[in-house]
């Protein structure tokens, strides 16, 4: 990323990184897809395009910081949560709401993170997978086994379910656009948000819980 | 479609259409993509790419093309397996399994799906949702109601477990590229797919059957 005072860096108002990855995200959120185009991003934002690359150096860098922003945000709630004091099963319940959430608020994430692995070099790829996927694996490994060793859960495999949580969670969300053609409804309502959280926490600890 | 005999088409070797169909779906499965390039789908299949054009009118109705041969057969299978005299719970249990399959066969299917919904005209995207997605909803529908009304699953709504259950059978071979950089192993072995089924069809199960 080039650090040189480009065209439009002088006149950026205080908060304009922030604003510009905001508005990628909303932009990728109503549009269901991932990736922006740069006018457009300079018009939605009210900033200038140089910016993006003062900031960022380029598109992907933009993308990169994006994704380096919604996954330090997981991260650290997933560490929190394991942090705290309380039984595998409540903490599992407030991990599939927040998958949940986190889907309805930025419904490309999953595929941003795999466009992103799948075009960089071999280093930014390890980066990205030891800075995010390796500590939500690691989170999973260790919820599941506490519940397991409890006699809380069934004894089923940490990383197969981390698989089939947030793929059953993500779904809804990135399939947006087929349900608004095929339903006739926008899936991005708080209304369907919640309905679909309650119904993933209820379906998804159904299917984990050790029937006593 | 242009049906004007182009260059090329006077060479086509018998089930020369066939064989780009299933040279493009390689591609996309290999390299975790959902796009191809002309080039190397002349490289690979050894068919002249004007064969693109005189088939398929351009590589977007090449696209077209691969999603109607993929899902008709989808749609003729789950046809088939409601028609079979079967509880509930054997089919649901079929069902499974054999989404985990073509997921592994075909792991670009679903975001094929959503590209072609996001980028076709509305006529376009009303049919591939009149003739893919209705009568899959309406067969999960059917399938849960009969499974509720018999008492065998639990008072879910069979609309938000078709989400629930097509995104964990479709999330391990849709993240090929994260399993590959992150835990070193590649998610398009035999022995994976067989331990994403079982996995998938206890899961799912567990989470839908009511406990007497």
Chains 1, 2 share one sequence.
Do not use: W
Not at 18 to 36: F, H, K, N
Not at 54 to 60: E, L, R, V
């Amino acid at each position: 990323m080039t650090q040189a005072a480009p065209q439009g860096a002088s006149d950026a108002p205080p908060g304009a990184r922030e604003l510009l990855l905001q508005t990628a995200s909303d932009i990728m959120r109503e549009g269901d897809i991932v990736d922006i185009s740069l006018s457009e991003l300079s018009l939605r934002s009210g900033l200038n395009s140089a910016l993006v690359k003062y900031y960022f150096g380029n598109k992907a860098g933009l993308m990169r910081a994006l994704l380096d922003r919604d996954m330090i945000d997981i991260v650290h709630s997933v560490d929190a949560l394991m942090a705290k004091d309380m039984s595998p099963e409540t903490r599992l319940r407030r991990h599939i709401g927040a998958m949940v959430d986190c889907y309805y608020q930025t419904p490309y994430l999953n595929r941003l993170l795999m466009r992103l692995v799948r075009e960089s070099d071999p280093d930014e790829a390890k980066r990205i997978a030891d800075t995010y996927l390796a500590p939500l694996s690691r989170a999973y490994d260790k919820l599941i086994k506490d519940g397991v060793a409890q006699g809380v859960f069934r004894n089923v495999d940490p990383q197969l379910f981390y698989f089939t949580a947030t793929g059953a969670a993500d779904r809804f969300f990135s399939t947006r656009l087929v349900l608004k053609h095929c339903f006739d409804t926008d899936s991005l309502t708080e209304d369907l948000r919640d309905a679909y959280r309650a119904h993933c926490i209820d379906f998804i600890m159904a299917g984990i819980l050790a029937h006593k």
